[in-house]
């Protein structure tokens, strides 16, 4: 499936850089395939802030990115990468939704505040991947039932709304399952701060 860009960055390179990359982290079994190259296209432009293919795909450069797709399509090695692609003060870190929902059992609410509010280190980015939504469960913290996810995700809208804050998402949950997950508020306020990007549903498993 060929796309026509017009850009100044030579995106075939680009993906050369970023299987050598993957290569790098995951080891000499790391592809990129022909087939996500649309996927890949709009995922380079929108991290080298290639407004001018941004436009071309109707992405907003003051969101940021859901991608969603099925189970082992890639997702989570695509968003490691794209963080080396990413200028300075557009750096992220990747955050697994389980990883959180485990420090909400052991700490509580303060956790909701880390990762909205809060920062762990001055050097660490705002701007956070939470990885694969959905795979965390509701969890109890001294036998109250709480959302974690559904709760941060509010909390980075505000400051979205009100400092401009980015958020990134992995999710192998359609729109429709997220709202039946997180409920309605979360579905139309993910709206507005992410740019949906989403593999096709026959997407195969590539682990």
């Given amino acids: 499936m060929e796309t026509e860009i017009k850009s100044e960055y030579n995106y075939d390179q680009v993906i050369v850089w970023l299987e050598k990359k993957g290569v790098e982290l995951y080891g000499t ?6 087939t996500d190259y649309p996927i890949i296209y709009k995922l380079i432009s929108y991290f080298l802030k290639d407004e001018q293919t941004c436009f071309q795909f109707n992405i907003n450069l003051n969101k940021g990115i859901m991608l969603s797709g099925p189970v082992g399509c ?7 990468i794209m963080k080396h692609l990413t200028p300075i003060e557009h750096k992220f870190s990747v955050k697994p939704c389980r990883d959180i929902s485990f420090e909400f059992i052991q700490d509580g609410y303060e956790i909701i505040h880390k990762y909205s509010k809060g920062k762990l280190y001055v050097s660490e ?9 959905g795979t965390e469960n509701n969890l109890k913290y001294f036998g109250n039932e709480c959302n974690v996810m559904a709760e941060i995700l509010l909390s980075r809208y505000d400051l979205f709304s ?10 192998n949950l359609s729109a429709s399952e997220i709202e039946t997950h997180y409920g309605n508020r979360v579905r139309s306020r993910l709206r507005e701060m992410v740019n949906l990007i989403a593999y096709d549903k026959t997407a195969k498993d590539k682990r």
């Fill in 74 to 80: 890639g997702k989570t090695s695509l968003m490691n």
């Fill in 125 to 133: 980015p705002k701007t956070i991947c939470f990885d694969d939504l």
């Fill in 29 to 34: 079994h790391f592809k990129i395939l022909e």
């Fill in 162 to 171: 009100s400092k401009k804050l980015l958020t990134h998402i992995t999710t």
